[in-house]
């Protein structure tokens, strides 16, 4: 059974820094596009970053670019975003998502239960 | 706001048969494939249909989606309650190198 499971979010001040991860089971992690997609209170889902399965390509929205930083260390089926210099508007429920293929950004087949990250003084 | 236009809200009865919109352009529709995610309320999005019109493994023959040129539509026949959900539709964007969602669409079983 495929599982993703994210940890790591919490309440963090303005300009402040704080890492996700999210850990996968019941599938090669490697072997797939992995995903960061958020969701402020109450609104919408707003894709945040991708990388491929070994990591060597990113992408990012351009409103969390210079700022977070994905990265994924398929030894322990684990991928990461580093989120630096953080603002109000940063505040949402993250998900980790896994992509169909290795280089499906798009196409998400699994979702974890989403970690929030608040940003307030 | 969001580059894929969609109804803010849907509605049916039981049984009837909804269809939602999605809007974009060249760059993103036009060009690329189109999804469509169902988030229930309290829970996280499930993949509903992929590349316009390919459903997953588990998702009732029920819905089906469509795409023409810059459009796509999401189609559910026979409405059940249970899927009362915000529907979003997404697809890759080439000029900003992006994905990106429809601003979702909320659907009321009356």
């Known amino acids: 059974e495929v599982q993703l499971v994210e940890s790591g979010g919490g309440l963090v001040q303005p300009g402040g820094s704080l890492r996700l991860s999210c850990t996968g089971s019941?599938?090669?992690?490697?072997?797939?596009?992995m995903s960061w997609v958020r969701q402020a209170p109450g609104k919408g889902l707003e894709w945040v970053s991708s990388?491929?399965?070994?990591?060597?390509?990113?992408y990012y929205a351009d409103s969390v670019k210079g700022r977070f930083t994905v990265s994924r260390d398929n030894s322990k089926n684990t991928l990461y975003v580093q989120m630096n210099s953080l603002r109000a508007e940063d505040t949402a429920a993250y998900y980790c998502?896994?992509?169909?293929?290795?280089?499906?950004?798009?196409?998400?087949?699994?979702w974890g239960q989403g970690t929030m990250v608040t940003v307030s003084s | 706001q969001s580059v894929l236009t969609q109804p803010p809200s849907a509605s049916g009865t039981p049984g009837q048969r909804v269809t939602v919109s999605c809007s974009g352009t060249s760059s993103n529709i036009g060009g690329n494939t189109v999804n469509w995610y169902q988030q229930l309320p309290g829970t996280a999005p499930k993949l509903l249909i992929h590349?316009?019109?390919q459903r997953p493994s588990g998702v009732p023959a029920r819905f089906s989606g469509s795409k023409s040129g810059t459009s796509a539509s999401l189609a559910i026949n026979g409405l059940q309650s249970e899927d009362e959900a915000d529907y979003y539709c997404?697809?890759?964007?080439?000029?900003?190198?992006?994905?990106?969602f429809g601003g979702g669409t909320k659907l009321t079983v009356l």
């Open positions: 998502a896994k992509g169909i293929g290795g280089y499906s950004y798009d196409k998400m087949d699994y």
């Open positions: 019941g599938f090669i992690f490697s072997s797939y596009a």
């Open positions: 997404a697809a890759w964007d080439d000029s900003l190198d992006g994905l990106i």
């Open positions: 590349s316009n019109n």
């Open positions: 990388l491929t399965g070994s990591g060597g390509i990113t």
